[in-house]
């Protein structure tokens, strides 16, 4: 009797141990940092810079997306430079704000010489104050998708 107790006391702790003990030894994907939209991310020193990208209907001019959260309590800038195109846009942010430029309630923040490719990307180069700067590829989508239809410039 006894023997049976201990075997089915053996046979329910190896039931339970098998089945919790797999999100222990399982790679957890949802632990990794991932860009919910079609922009991409980066961050700057004190700023949180999301969902990046550039709305263009030829190619030739586009309208920059962006959305900067300060983390910090200091006012930050944050420099944004069209790598291949020479453009330079100051964007300052308030400690513990958020800035959105781009979207279908502000005002658009036009580069005028893209010379890029819809359905491409572009170099852009970021800086925020003593801060390392970050290169990211920006993709360049058009108004195609009823999201971006009123974006482009």
């Given at each position: 009797?006894?023997?049976?107790?201990?075997?089915?006391?053996?046979?329910?702790?190896?039931?339970?141990?098998?089945?919790?003990?797999?999100?222990?030894?399982?790679?957890q994907?949802?632990?990794?940092?991932?860009?919910?939209?079609?922009?991409?991310?980066?961050?700057?020193?004190a700023?949180?810079?999301?969902?990046?990208?550039?709305?263009?209907?030829?190619?030739?001019?586009?309208?920059?997306?962006?959305?900067?959260?300060?983390?910090?309590?200091?006012?930050?800038?944050?420099?944004?430079q069209?790598?291949?195109?020479?453009?330079?846009?100051?964007?300052?942010?308030?400690?513990?704000?958020?800035?959105?430029?781009?979207?279908?309630?502000?005002?658009?923040?036009?580069?005028?010489?893209?010379?890029?490719?819809?359905?491409?990307?572009?170099?852009v180069?970021?800086?925020?104050?003593?801060?390392?700067?970050?290169?990211?590829?920006?993709?360049?989508?058009?108004?195609?998708?009823?999201?971006?239809?009123?974006?482009?410039?």
């Amino acid at each position: 009797m006894k023997a049976r107790l201990a075997a089915s006391a053996a046979l329910a702790l190896g039931i339970a141990i098998g089945g919790s003990g797999c999100a222990m030894l399982t790679y957890q994907a949802t632990t990794e940092k991932y860009d919910p939209s079609d922009g991409v991310s980066a961050d700057v020193g004190a700023l949180d810079v999301r969902n990046v990208l550039v709305v263009s209907d030829e190619g030739d001019e586009g309208n920059l997306v962006i959305y900067v959260t300060n983390t910090g309590t200091d006012d930050e800038t944050l420099s944004v430079q069209f790598v291949d195109q020479g453009d330079t846009f100051e964007i300052d942010v308030d400690g513990g704000e958020t800035v959105s430029l781009g979207t279908a309630d502000e005002e658009p923040l036009l580069i005028e010489n893209l010379d890029a490719e819809v359905g491409g990307l572009v170099s852009v180069y970021l800086q925020a104050g003593s801060a390392e700067g970050v290169e990211i590829q920006v993709p360049v989508l058009d108004g195609r998708l009823p999201e971006y239809e009123d974006l482009v410039p």
